[in-house]
């Protein structure tokens, strides 16, 4: 079933209505959410369980009775993947439906398009993604992992397995990869690793023959893969096909995220090394209630990823500062976001680094098997320790700046 | 020893990828002047009915070297029959037409296939040699352009199907003069073209991650071994995909995969600053 906001303001009047709720109906004004995703165009693959997810996480605040009494009511955007729509629609937003809050945003670019606007115009922004790091702006809230924090798991791990110390980098060529090659070089050194080559392909080059070969001439005892996107997932492709699989141990930071591990066959994906803050694998409670929740609103729980969970705890961690501060003002909120606020999400158990306000998080190292992400080891709440590194909110609260971390 | 041998595939396989890309354009381009910007809509085509087919239970290779050409030029065919057909000679309408149509497919594409990445694994093992490991499926793709140049030259220069064909490229009031309908031999041309197109895109299928967008990545390359081929079809498209893949292959081995990419791209600039007709037009001058 397909959610609008015609349909879900119907659903929800409905259920306001009903009599056989036990609690009071809403206060006349409802608190206005906005949502800004791509959900449609290249990156709606992306985009659509982000907006799903934050529709999902409104409809179960609502149940339970809103916020401070109130219904909080969704004013969703579709930016088409068109980086220009971000910026039409956050003035919209921001200025004609005047939102209380905004979540969404996918890509770094379409992220700093929207977030000096929501500074102004002092609207709290909720950016839910996985990025390279070092966004440090008071206005904004951000909990996915950065490179450090999923570098810093992956790389010790997918070592242990290796045969020895030799390591081969192949990366997205933007900043990205660029940035999580650097953190990769870094732990890989930390963890007395040698790196033996370092290659940057850009997003729209699919043939890895001379590739192989040239890892192959290296010797390497592990490659780890930041590559980006549909033309990158030959790579993965072409290892199998050529045999590769099983002589080297594979790694990946962003191999996973899009459910690319149901795009390639289990023969293919088996073994690959990830590292990751959500898996639909993960078998706790959390995460099983939220699967049933959006089974049971969209028909099936198959397409949710990683940055869907990151949304919908984007907007749970919001609704329980509000909650806590009481009011919808802004300094009011910030002051609970920074109070060490935590929720126990379905990915684990998200807390709001008040000296950053990016996310203390737990990140899941995992492997693919039979085109599943299985969970192999929980490591529970890391650091964003790349972005700490450079930012502090408490000492200097006016910052607004994207820091280039230094290795 | 091992490594000169596996640069020597690479490289042949460079060659060969060129060769398959680019011969439904030769054709298309090199023979009728349709500048055909949906040419690498043609491939991702290809590639999906290949996926399809494949998912649907039939062999993989019966997929690739039969269905999916053969869809493929029937979808050409429709396209020269409604579009193409009226724009022959109009080479700037033809782009802009044949870019609407690229747009149409992907549109099409995307809500037939949905905007995601599929694809199948490749049907070959890998084997290795010496310390090396190899794709097998890069002879398989040696094998095909191999072939495909072959047939080409076959049908083009040994039959009488080609013959007129060519003729009527060249004075098609001739070749109705003789008795000949050109509306049917263009179609014909067109169909052979299309089902090229249909081939390479199904072909290369299981070496990459498909998306609607797929044919982006092919169209800059293939026409840039077209043109710098020059007039001859067949000596055009062999000299030139044999100079632009053992440049490419060289920087990619000796640099990186960049860079190699950026050295095809000078080598074409050098190349038609050097020879503005194509490679044919200074050797190879009178061959097909």
């Known amino acids: 079933m397909s959610l609008n906001r015609r349909n879900f303001l119907g659903a929800a009047a409905a259920l306001t209505a009903s009599p056989l709720l036990p609690r009071a109906a809403f206060a006349a004004d409802s608190i206005k959410l906005g949502a800004i995703h791509d959900t449609s165009g290249i990156f709606d693959a992306y985009g659509k369980p982000m907006d799903q997810a934050v529709r999902l996480a409104v ?63 002092k609207t709290p922004y909720f950016y839910n993604v996985l990025y390279e790091g070092g966004v440090c702006d008071r206005n904004i809230f951000i909990n996915g992992v950065t490179p450090a924090q999923q570098v810093e798991a992956l790389v010790p791990y997918a070592m242990g397995k290796a045969a020895g110390k030799k390591v081969y980098i192949l990366a997205a060529d933007y900043n990205y990869g660029q940035i999580t090659a650097r953190w990769i070089q870094k732990f890989v050194a930390d963890n007395g690793g040698e790196v ?68 390639l066959t289990a023969e293919e994906g088996d073994g690959i090394m990830v590292a990751y803050n959500y898996s639909q694998e993960l078998d706790t409670p959390a995460n099983t209630a939220f699967k049933a929740a959006w089974a049971k609103a969209y028909g099936s729980s198959d397409n949710i990823h990683e940055t869907a969970v990151s949304t919908y705890q984007g907007v749970k961690t919001w609704a329980k500062a509000v909650d806590m501060a009481g009011s919808l003002d802004r300094d009011a909120l910030i002051a609970a976001m920074e109070s060490g606020i935590s929720i126990d999400g379905p990915s684990g158990k ?58 | 020893m091992d490594l000169s041998f596996v640069i020597l595939i690479e490289m042949l396989y460079a060659v060969a990828t060129l060769v398959l890309i680019s011969a439904g354009l030769a054709v298309v ?34 997929a690739m070297l039969v269905i999916a050409p053969l869809i493929v030029g029937l979808i050409g065919l429709v396209v020269e029959r409604l579009v193409i057909r009226h724009l022959y000679g109009r080479l700037v309408d033809t782009m802009l037409a044949t870019w609407g149509l690229s747009l149409f497919f992907i549109g ?44 080409l030259l076959a049908v083009l220069k040994g039959s009488r199907a080609g013959l007129i064909a060519r003729g009527a490229m060249q004075r098609s009031d001739m070749a109705a003069a003789l008795g000949y309908s050109p509306d049917r031999i263009y179609m014909a041309t067109f169909f052979c073209g299309s089902a090229l197109s249909g081939l390479a895109g ?12 797929s044919g982006g990545a092919y169209i800059a390359k293939s026409f840039i071994t077209v043109i710098a081929g020059g007039p001859a079809l067949i000596a055009g498209l062999i000299s030139s995909a044999t100079s632009f893949g053992i440049v490419s292959q060289i920087f990619t081995f000796a640099v990186s995969p960049v860079m190699g990419e950026v050295a095809l791209l000078v080598a074409a600039v050098i190349l038609l600053r050097l020879m503005p007709q194509g490679i044919t037009s200074r050797f190879f001058k009178g061959k097909l």
């Open chain 1, 350 to 407: 998200i807390t709001v680094d008040a000296k950053t306000h990016h996310a203390v998080l737990d990140v899941h190292l995992m492997e693919f098997k039979g085109q599943k992400m299985q969970v192999i080891e929980t490591l529970p709440q890391r650091q964003p320790i790349d972005t700490q590194a450079v930012c502090d909110l408490g000492t200097n609260p006016n910052d607004n700046t994207q820091y280039e971390i230094q290795i």
């Open chain 1, 196 to 263: 033996v080559g370092t290659d940057f392909f850009p997003l729209d080059v699919s043939d890895f023959g001379s590739t192989l070969a040239k890892i192959q001439g290296a010797a390497p005892d592990l490659v780890i893969a930041p590559l980006v996107g549909g033309a990158h997932l030959s790579f993965f492709r072409q290892w199998a096909a050529a045999g590769m699989k099983g002589k080297i141990p594979l790694a990946s930071t962003t191999l996973g995220v899009g459910n690319e591990q149901k795009v």
């Open chain 1, 59 to 121: 409809q179960e605040i609502n149940a339970a009775g809103g916020i401070l009494g109130r219904e909080v009511e969704v004013f969703a955007y579709d930016t088409q993947s068109d980086m220009a729509l971000y910026s039409q629609y956050g003035q919209q937003l921001t200025r004609q439906d005047r939102v209380d809050v905004v979540h969404g945003g996918i890509l770094s670019a379409s992220r700093e398009a929207i977030r000096q606007t929501m500074r102004k115009t």
């Open chain 2, 108 to 151: 099409a594409a995307t809500m037939i296939f949905g905007n995601t990445t599929t694809g199948i694994s490749t049907p070959i093992p890998g084997f290795a040699v010496g310390a090396y490991q190899i794709n097998g499926y890069n002879f398989f793709i040696i094998l095909v352009a191999i072939a495909l140049v072959l047939a």
């Open chain 2, 29 to 62: 381009f090199g023979m009728m002047k349709v500048i055909n910007l949906a040419h690498g809509e043609f491939m991702m085509l290809g590639g999906y009915a290949t996926i399809t087919a494949t998912s649907l239970g039939v062999n993989v290779f019966v």
């Open chain 2, 202 to 213: 199904a072909v290369l299928a299981p070496l990459v991650g498909l998306v609607p967008t």
